[in-house]
Each structure stands twice: as C-alpha cells, then as structure tokens.
C-alpha cells in the first residue's frame, strides 16, 4: 500500500521548527541499575528495593545561579564529524536529578530524587529549588498539566503532585496502597496520565486536575510499566519493562498490548515522533524501537552497539529527529552520551564532557536547546545546542555526474500491495562503469552515509522514494556490513528490514563492465509511492560523508507501470 511519500516528509520535518516544542519527558530509575549500590543512594532503588532507603535529604529553597561549564565536545557521527557545544549546570552532589520537563513558563522543571525537592532551571542557568511537603517521598518524573502547572509522580510517597510555577506544592493521594508510580504525560483529554509499577498495582492510572484519580489494570500480571506518553492517535501509549511490551489504552481505558520483538529488552521509555510513530528505547538490548499507531504490530528496532549501552530517556527534537541518552559506561558498558536517530535511522552520538555522568531524561527545551539530567554523585543539568541535521543525500532533483551502467544491463522492480508487508523493491545495477572499491567510503568501519533514491516525471514531491542504509551497525549480535573480499561490500538485515524496509546492499568494486550494485527491501517500512509512475523514472544510490559518489541507472520505457507494480531495465 502507498505510503507518504519522502518529498512530503522533508516538507513536514521543515514545518516542525514551527511547531511548539515538547512539553514535557519522562524518566524513573531504570531497572538496569547496578544493585551493588549503598542503601542510601538512589541508584539502588529498583522498584521493589525502594522502601528501603531511609537517607534521603531534605534541602531548604535555595535560588542560586551556578557556575556553568562549557566544553566542546568532538563526535563522530554518521556521516561527518563537528563540534558541538555542552553546557553542564552542577547541582548539589547526589541528588540525583531524574525527570525534566519544559514548563510552561519558559524553564526547565526537574525531579532531584535523593534530595526530594522540585528544582527549575532557567535557559540561562538560574536554578530554583523547593522542597516537597511529603519527606523522602522519592520523585522520579514532571510533566507539562494543560492547567499550566507542573506535575509529578512520588515514588515512595504514592502521591501525584502539582506545582505551580511560583512554587506552591500540593499533593494528591494514589487509591492503591504503595503503587510505586512510575511516569507521567499529560492526557489528549485535559487530564494527567500515570504508570504504577508496583506488582499490587500493575495500572494506568488518570488524574484529573483537581485530583480525582481512576485507575486501569494492566492485562499483563507484574507488567512493570515504565513510561506514558500521549500518542498522535489521541490514545496513551505506555511500555511494559517486565512484559517486554508496548501497550495503547484509551482516554476510555480500553488496554491493548503488542509484544516486543527482542525477547526481555527492557523498554524503558516512549515519545511520539514528528513522523507520526512512537518511538522508544530498549535498554537491555540496546534498541531504539519504533511502532506505527494505526499499524502497531509493525515494530522496527534499530540496533545502537553490540556493546551494552543501556539507552534510557528519549523525546521528540525541534528539529524532527529523535534525541535519546545513552548511559552505558557508568556500569562498565560503553556510551556516556545524547545521541540522535533521524526518523529513517541514522544514529549520531554526541559524548557529554563529565565522564560516567549517567544521563538519564532529555527534553526539548523552550530555547531549541536538548536538555538532560546526569543522575550520577556529581549531579548536573546538561544542555546541548542542537546541531544543524546533514542534507539529505537524496536531493529534490537527480544529481548529476553519476556512474551509468551499460545499456540493458540494470532493472527494477517495485511492488505496491494491499497488505504493505508484501512490499517489495529490488535495484540491479550492472555491467557499470569502472568503480573502485574505495568509492564504497568502507561502511564496515567507516562513517559515511548511504541512501537509495528515486525519482520520476510527475509534479509530486521528489524523490519518491528515499531509503537510507546506516553505516557499520550491528544486526542481532553480527554486524550488518561485511567484507567481501577485497572488491566490495554487502549490507544484510533481517526481514523486517532498516526504517525505510531495505533489506540487502551490495557493492562490488570492478572494471568497466564489471562493476555491480544491488539494492533490495520488503515489508510495511518501505516508503512506497503510489504506482502508475510518471517515465522516466531515475534510481540512484549516493554515498557521502563530505564528498558524494553516485551510480544511476535512467528507465524511459516499462515493461509493467500500473497500480500494482513497476518494472522495467534500462538504461
């Protein structure tokens, strides 16, 4: 079935800086967390331990404006490397700041756990801190209310509480005992929305402004919801850390669960995208996941490292990519970054400057900055200016210059199916001119980016069809990009294909004549245009980290051109 074809997503990712900026993120003490840790420190505090701290601390209000650090920290990402700016704002040592919001009046509000206050931070580094009414009641998450407020979840005080942007403190009590809650969003239906992680408990729960709560049980037994978020279909999406799902209920109630496709990956947290998915991260596995609302057994993971990086917060960025913390060498794994993945999965990863800082939630700020809380003994609030997103390799017209194969030597084949998962693209390029293997930019260990395009005649956005293919990368323990012998490279993931459905690449280096590429993809993530293309109709892969390369191949007749499928050879 046709989807929304790439030209009209650049078109609404150049809308998104228009938009209003999230309102709000969410994190809580993931489960990964060492249990080594003392009592008396946070980091020991999984959900069924949390009763057991009895050190938290109570600060007096104290406004004070911090001596902020900046630093310029390198990356390499995947296509190019820059530097980019942090700014770490330090709080007082162990207070383990969790969740961060944008609030409603410009600031960032945040949950500082162990010192069980409510702190605000200016987008200049002014932070505010007020103490809550109930002592050592453990706040793991805030949220942006549709009343103006601030809202958040205690964890060991069973409470939801409400702040207002002047500092007043009120409480509301949770009907279910000891019901550990986890997360909270703001409702498509004026109320607020929580998870209750306890085992007694296992619910989401609705609260409305002036505090009247309802709650909804979770099918799955010992579910262990970690995060709540509203979804662009006006339902509340949530995942399941033990039941290793993502879950929908309705402003209703009205529960349905879909199950994870990497066993016991431990989701941790979900936000909704500017693509129209939801989009969410898997610590045990090192996943980011992503689910289609109005096709949710359509899940696609997309794999960060071999290495156990335990990625943990994750929220939408001004810039239409999604932005997520990846906390991993704090337990001896690798990561100690905010990383970003583009909604066709391109991971770049930007190192923060304080080593093992934990990074917990991110947000996106009111000044277009990402912001996050490093919830480790130093205790900060980090800010990243969000740096400018590469071009797209695949431009609104062909590029010019390319590499031709020889005539009649290369096909494609697109299919267009009722049933998207029988979607198909296949691309032969062959008998091309002379390419060296050293045009291929060595996608085993390199960093350059690759992209399949096409383009046809009509009048509608170009190109049609954009499928990027990331860079090295590990497919379920192997690395997706592999060797083959001294001539090329070929590109292998499992059926469910890349964000964008492509399956297998390959790349054979060669003479005139004897140089090869190949392209194939299947399944729901396909961009498919609606058939019945407009000849002539271009195929071209690009490559590029910095410089470009490019092989084309133009089709001026078809042997099949309908609303079904399109095939044809050429040139």
Request: hydrophobic share 40%; proline share 8%; net charge neutral.
């Amino acid at each position: 079935m046709a989807k929304v074809g790439y030209g009209g997503l650049r078109k609404l990712r150049g809308l998104v800086g228009a938009m209003p900026l999230p309102v709000r993120a969410r994190i809580r003490r993931p489960l990964f967390l060492p249990s080594t840790c003392g009592t008396g420190d946070l980091m020991s505090l999984t959900p069924h331990r949390v009763a057991r701290s009895a050190q938290l601390t109570n600060h007096l209000r104290v406004t004070v404006l911090v001596a902020a650090t900046t630093l310029l920290a390198l990356w390499l990402g995947a296509g190019h490397a820059d530097a980019q700016s942090f700014t770490e704002f330090p709080l007082t040592a162990n207070t383990h700041p969790l969740g961060i919001a944008s609030g409603p009046d410009g600031n960032l509000w945040f949950v500082e756990a162990n010192a069980n206050q409510i702190g605000r931070i200016t987008p200049t580094g002014t932070i505010t801190e007020f103490p809550i009414l109930t002592p050592n009641s453990l706040p793991v998450d805030a949220v942006a209310g549709p009343d103006g407020n601030i809202w958040f979840v205690e964890l060991v005080g069973n409470q939801i509480g409400r702040i207002t942007p002047t500092g007043a403190i009120t409480e509301f009590s949770i009907p279910t005992a000891a019901s550990k809650p986890q997360a909270i969003t703001a409702g498509p239906d004026g109320n607020l929305w929580f998870a209750e992680g306890a085992d007694s408990a296992n619910n989401i729960a609705r609260i409305t402004p002036t505090g009247t709560v309802t709650e909804f049980s979770i099918p799955t037994a010992q579910s262990l919801p970690r995060d709540i978020t509203t979804g662009p279909d006006g339902n509340l999406w949530f995942v399941e850390d033990h039941g290793n799902k993502v879950g929908r209920i309705t402003p209703t109630g009205i529960i349905t669960e879909f199950r994870l496709p990497t066993a016991n990956s431990s989701p941790q947290f979900i936000t909704a995208g500017a693509d129209g998915n939801l989009w969410f991260t898997e610590s045990s596995a090192s996943n980011v996941g992503r689910i289609v609302p109005g096709a949710p057994n359509t899940i696609t993971e997309v794999r960060i490292s071999a290495t156990a990086t335990f990625p943990t917060g994750i929220t939408a960025g001004p810039d239409g990519n999604l932005w997520f913390t990846v906390g991993g060498a704090a337990f001896g794994g690798s990561g100690n970054d905010i990383s970003r993945i583009t909604p066709t999965g391109t991971i770049t990863e930007f190192p923060i400057p304080s080593p093992s800082s934990l990074p917990m939630t991110i947000t996106a700020g009111p000044d277009g900055d990402i912001w996050a809380t490093e919830s480790a003994a130093a205790a900060k609030i980090a800010r990243l200016t969000v740096p400018a997103s590469p071009l797209p390799l695949c431009a609104t017209t062909p590029a010019s210059g390319c590499r031709l194969a020889q005539i009649g030597a290369s096909s494609v084949a697109i299919r267009d199916n009722v049933d998207n998962t029988k979607d198909q693209f296949k691309w032969n390029w062959a008998k091309g001119a002379a390419t060296d293997v050293n045009a291929f930019k060595d996608p085993v260990n390199g960093s350059a980016r690759y992209s399949v395009c096409l383009y046809d005649a009509s009048g509608n956005n170009q190109p049609l069809m954009e499928m990027d293919v990331p860079p090295h990368g590990t497919c379920h323990t192997v690395p997706c990009w592999k060797a083959t012998g001294t001539s090329g490279f070929s590109y292998r993931i499992s059926k469910a294909g890349t964000l964008t459905g492509i399956t297998t690449v390959k790349l054979s280096a060669g003479a005139a004549g004897e140089a090869k590429v190949q392209a194939k993809g299947r399944g729901p993530n396909l961009p498919t245009p609606a058939l019945g293309l407009t000849l002539p109709v271009i195929v071209q892969l690009m490559i590029g980290d910095g410089t470009t390369e490019c092989w084309q191949t133009t089709y001026s007749t078809a042997t099949r051109n309908d609303a079904a499928r399109f095939t044809a050879k050429g040139p």
